[in-house]
């Protein structure tokens, strides 16, 4: 299962770091995302296979299998008895003639969830230091089992270890959130299809699982643990499965893309177009994932840097960072004629048109490109709303895209943009890029809208909370950085 980071350099969407939030999800990736939230984008790969070899066998005891999933079976779980309470027995008074002080009771244990949810978290809380160790242990066991779901992963399977228990976590923590859980679960499954995820894959997935976390939680394991990870895994992968059918009856898994132009902006940064070879319908502000063809199944994502355009090409500003294997590639090989794959479009980090509230967008190193596609929408949509744009960058020659933002700030007399270098010699507000809001305003009848590294996005929160913005009007593409920060 995969799990949207959507991240850029640094962590911002339009690069290659992780993402955020991814930024490729593998079999799992990225958690739901809060308040219309998510991370994308960035690369943070090493160079070297990650997969370990199983250290040692499994314990004796045979796996619980899994049930076929979509056969409608049902999993009779029972729970064994309580045992009974045992009444402490009462002491004789002391026959001595001074009697000491009897000690005080010790107190009471907090009493324990044993519901199936309070299990799944339990196990979890349990491998949690050692997840590393976990997850290799599961990857080796699958590919040792299925030795042909091998091919539907990268070569270096780092990334993908973290992704798994990021939504291992996920689906535990939100295993009582029906809403929010069905909604992250669509998600991966409608993402897992370019990978070339089937049905059929899903029960070797889960065997190997159950027989991972039966090795490392034996504190919290048990019958009745096992049969909820079985119904918690069994729901999942129904939930993924019926995403992607459903998916499957309206685009297809994968686009692919020929490169068109490429434009170096800087000795690391390019903007890539691409022409689609079918109809790629998306919204200003959303992402997808690249593959490209030196490295097959690695996926990174990067936001679209502009509105859907009518001859239907798409752009996206690609910061080449170590190690990051999609992103040097985008950068340093690229060129017109190419071929790349797309993935699905994603993300919710768009324009709500239906009120007149004005665009406050903190757009930070590549981040700019979003933020470029949500100007160029507010302008096709006709309703001159304030768009008030801060551009930041570490250093001048950083601001790789402000020529293009100004033409569109002559051209479109509701947009402003302040560029903000954060240790450059003049050029800009020479401070950092959240904290050069509060010399603007007021901005509580902005929506606000974050896109660049996490760091940036964090202090922005922040800042943007703190002047009176309400949550639930604040979006941005980097919520897995936020929420594993936060927690």
Same mark, same amino acid.
């Given at each position: 299962?995969?799990?949207?980071?959507?991240?850029?350099?640094?962590?911002?969407?339009? =690069?290659?770091?992780?993402? =955020?939030?991814?930024?490729?999800?593998?079999?799992?990736?990225?958690?739901?995302?809060?308040?219309?939230?998510?991370?994308?984008?960035?690369?943070?790969?090493?160079?070297?296979?990650?997969? #370990?070899?199983?250290?040692?066998?499994?314990?004796?005891?045979?796996?619980?299998?899994?049930?076929?999933?979509?056969?409608?079976?049902?999993?009779?779980?029972?729970?064994?008895?309580?045992?009974?309470?045992?009444?402490?027995?009462?002491?004789?008074?002391?026959?001595?003639?001074?009697?000491?002080?009897?000690?005080?009771?010790?107190?009471?244990?907090?009493?324990?969830?044993?519901?199936?949810?309070?299990?799944?978290?339990?196990?979890?809380?349990?491998?949690?230091?050692?997840?590393?160790?976990?997850?290799?242990?599961?990857?080796?066991?699958?590919?040792?089992?299925?030795?042909?779901?091998?091919?539907?992963?990268?070569?270096?399977?780092?990334?993908?270890?973290?992704?798994?228990?990021?939504?291992?976590?996920?689906?535990?923590?939100?295993?009582?959130?029906?809403?929010?859980?069905?909604?992250?679960?669509?998600?991966? +499954?409608? +993402?897992?299809?370019?990978?070339?995820?089937?049905?059929?894959?899903?029960?070797?997935?889960?065997?190997?699982?159950? !027989?991972?976390?039966?090795?490392?939680?034996?504190?919290?394991? !048990?019958? #009745?643990?096992?049969?909820?990870?079985?119904?918690?895994?069994?729901?999942?992968?129904?939930?993924?499965?019926?995403?992607?059918?459903?998916?499957?009856?309206?685009?297809?898994?994968?686009?692919?893309?020929?490169?068109?132009?490429?434009?170096?902006?800087?000795?690391?940064?390019?903007?890539?177009?691409? #022409?689609?070879?079918?109809?790629?319908?998306?919204?200003?502000?959303?992402?997808?994932?690249?593959?490209?063809?030196?490295?097959?199944?690695?996926?990174?994502? @990067?936001?679209?840097?502009?509105?859907?355009?009518?001859?239907? $090409?798409?752009?996206?500003?690609?910061?080449?960072?170590?190690?990051?294997?999609?992103?040097?590639? $985008?950068?340093?090989?690229?060129?017109?004629?190419?071929?790349?794959?797309?993935?699905?479009?994603?993300?919710?980090?768009?324009?709500?048109?239906?009120?007149?509230?004005?665009?406050?967008?903190?757009?930070? =190193?590549?981040?700019?490109?979003?933020?470029?596609?949500?100007?160029?929408?507010?302008?096709?949509?006709? #309703?001159?709303?304030?768009?008030?744009?801060?551009?930041?960058?570490?250093?001048?020659?950083?601001? @790789?895209?402000?020529?293009?933002?100004?033409?569109?700030?002559?051209?479109?007399?509701?947009?402003?943009?302040?560029?903000?270098?954060?240790?450059?010699?003049? =050029?800009? $507000?020479?401070?950092?890029?959240?904290?050069?809001? @509060?010399?603007?305003?007021?901005?509580?009848?902005?929506?606000?809208?974050?896109?660049?590294?996490?760091?940036?996005?964090?202090?922005?929160?922040?800042? $943007?909370?703190?002047?009176?913005?309400?949550?639930?009007?604040?979006?941005?593409?980097?919520?897995?950085?936020?929420?594993?920060?936060?927690?």
């Amino acid at each position: 299962m995969d799990a949207p980071t959507t991240t850029s350099a640094g962590g911002d969407r339009s =690069g290659d770091s992780s993402g =955020g939030s991814s930024r490729s999800p593998g079999w799992f990736g990225t958690s739901p995302q809060p308040h219309r939230n998510g991370q994308h984008g960035g690369e943070r790969d090493g160079q070297q296979d990650g997969h #370990r070899g199983a250290e040692g066998r499994t314990s004796g005891r045979p796996f619980t299998q899994i049930r076929p999933v979509g056969s409608g079976a049902d999993r009779s779980r029972t729970a064994p008895e309580a045992p009974a309470q045992v009444p402490a027995q009462r002491q004789g008074p002391t026959q001595a003639a001074a009697p000491t002080p009897a000690p005080s009771p010790p107190p009471s244990p907090a009493s324990e969830d044993t519901s199936d949810v309070g299990l799944l978290r339990r196990t979890m809380a349990e491998i949690e230091p050692i997840a590393d160790k976990v997850t290799s242990y599961f990857y080796a066991l699958l590919f040792l089992r299925h030795p042909d779901l091998r091919a539907l992963f990268p070569a270096a399977m780092d990334t993908q270890r973290d992704r798994l228990f990021k939504a291992l976590l996920t689906a535990a923590t939100h295993a009582d959130d029906t809403a929010t859980l069905a909604a992250y679960l669509s998600h991966l +499954g409608r +993402g897992h299809r370019k990978y070339g995820t089937l049905p059929e894959h899903y029960p070797a997935v889960g065997e190997c699982l159950i !027989g991972a976390l039966s090795r490392y939680a034996p504190r919290s394991w !048990g019958p #009745r643990a096992e049969s909820a990870w079985v119904a918690a895994y069994t729901t999942i992968s129904q939930i993924m499965i019926d995403a992607a059918a459903v998916d499957a009856l309206r685009a297809p898994a994968s686009w692919q893309a020929e490169v068109v132009a490429h434009d170096m902006r800087t000795p690391d940064i390019a903007v890539v177009t691409v #022409r689609p070879d079918q109809p790629y319908p998306f919204l200003a502000g959303q992402y997808t994932a690249l593959e490209t063809p030196w490295w097959p199944r690695v996926w990174r994502h @990067y936001s679209f840097a502009g509105a859907p355009r009518s001859d239907g $090409l798409l752009s996206f500003h690609v910061k080449a960072v170590p190690a990051g294997w999609v992103s040097n590639a $985008l950068v340093h090989r690229a060129r017109p004629g190419h071929v790349i794959q797309l993935g699905p479009p994603a993300g919710s980090m768009t324009v709500d048109h239906s009120t007149d509230n004005g665009l406050l967008c903190l757009g930070g =190193g590549t981040g700019i490109a979003p933020i470029k596609a949500l100007v160029e929408d507010v302008a096709q949509h006709g #309703r001159h709303r304030s768009v008030q744009v801060f551009y930041g960058a570490r250093r001048d020659h950083d601001l @790789y895209d402000i020529e293009t933002m100004l033409r569109m700030q002559q051209s479109h007399p509701w947009l402003s943009v302040r560029p903000v270098v954060d240790d450059g010699p003049g =050029g800009g $507000l020479g401070a950092r890029l959240p904290e050069a809001v @509060y010399e603007y305003g007021p901005w509580h009848t902005y929506d606000a809208y974050l896109s660049g590294p996490p760091g940036m996005i964090r202090r922005g929160v922040d800042t $943007l909370v703190d002047i009176g913005i309400p949550a639930h009007r604040i979006r941005h593409d980097s919520i897995e950085e936020l929420v594993g920060a936060r927690n």
